[in-house]
C-alpha cells in the first residue's frame, strides 16, 4: 500500500540554524500539506501546495518557513533560523483531492529538536 | 469559518464495552468530516469520513461513525473496545486545502 514518507525522522538542532524536512507523498497524489504538533498539542495547520504554487498557509507559516517541491517526488518544508518554540512534530502529507477521495494521508513525522 | 470541537481530553472505558468519542463542527457548507488515530510516536492514520449519503459511515477496526446534521455531531463509536484501541483520536473536517483538527480525545481502554 502506498504511504507518505519522511525523513529524518529526529533532526536536532542549534537555534539560529536552517533546517530542512523532507517528504515523499504518494505518488498519484495532487495536494500537499505540511502539518506541526507541538508536544501534546493539537495538530496544527502550516501549508498547502497545488500545482507547484501555496494554494493556503496559516498565521504559523512566518517569512522563516518556505516550501518546494524540487523534483518530482520530494517535498520539503525549510525553516530558515530555527527558534526554541520551533520544536514540534512536523507532518506531512497529501492526497488526490477529489471530491470522493479527499482524505489525507499523513508521515509518520520529523521529530525537531530545537537547542 | 470552519471548526471541530473534542469536549473530551480524555474517555476510560472498559474492554469489551462500547465507546464513544464525541466530535462537534461548524462549517459553511458541506461538511467532510474525517476521524484519524494516533499511536504514541506516529503519525496520524484515516479511519473513516464523511462526504456525503448514509449518516452512519463504517471505517477501519470497527470503528464507525454517525453523522447528524442537526447536532452538527460526528461522534466516533465502537460497539465493543479492545485494549489495543488506545490511542489519541482526532476528528477533522475539511475543505480542499487544509484539514481543522479538533484538539484530540486519549481513549484509555482498561483490561
Known amino acids: 500500500e502506498p504511504e507518505v514518507t519522511q525523513t529524518p525522522s529526529h533532526q536536532v538542532t542549534q537555534m539560529g540554524q536552517e533546517v530542512i524536512l523532507r517528504c515523499v507523498p504518494i505518488s498519484n497524489h495532487l495536494y500537499f500539506y505540511w502539518y506541526r504538533q507541538i508536544l501534546g498539542q493539537k495538530v496544527e495547520f502550516l501549508v498547502s501546495?497545488?500545482?507547484?504554487?501555496?494554494?493556503?498557509k496559516s498565521e504559523i507559516f512566518d517569512d522563516q518557513f518556505s516550501v518546494e517541491r524540487p523534483d518530482g517526488s520530494n517535498f520539503t518544508l525549510k525553516i530558515r533560523s530555527t527558534k526554541l518554540e520551533d520544536s514540534a512534530m512536523y507532518f506531512c502529507?497529501?492526497?488526490?483531492?477529489?471530491?470522493?477521495?479527499?482524505?489525507?494521508?499523513f508521515g509518520p513525522g520529523t521529530r525537531l529538536t530545537v537547542l | 469559518a470552519q471548526s471541530v470541537a473534542q469536549p473530551e481530553d480524555q474517555v476510560n472505558v472498559a474492554e469489551g464495552n462500547p465507546l464513544t468519542v464525541k466530535c462537534t463542527y461548524s462549517?459553511?457548507?458541506?461538511?467532510?468530516l474525517f476521524w484519524y488515530v494516533q499511536y504514541p510516536n506516529r503519525g496520524l492514520q484515516f479511519l473513516l469520513k464523511?462526504?456525503?449519503?448514509?449518516?452512519l459511515v463504517k471505517g477501519s477496526y470497527g470503528f464507525e461513525a454517525e453523522f447528524n446534521k442537526s447536532q452538527t455531531s460526528f461522534h466516533l463509536k465502537k460497539p465493543s473496545a479492545l485494549v489495543s484501541d488506545s490511542a489519541l483520536y482526532f476528528c477533522a473536517v475539511s475543505n480542499f486545502n487544509k484539514f481543522y483538527f479538533g484538539s484530540g480525545t486519549k481513549l484509555n481502554v482498561k483490561p
Open positions: 464523511y462526504i456525503t449519503g448514509d449518516n
Open positions: 502529507a497529501s492526497s488526490a483531492g477529489t471530491i470522493t477521495n479527499n482524505e489525507q494521508f
Open positions: 462549517v459553511s457548507g458541506n461538511p467532510y
Open positions: 501546495f497545488y500545482n507547484n504554487e501555496i494554494s493556503e
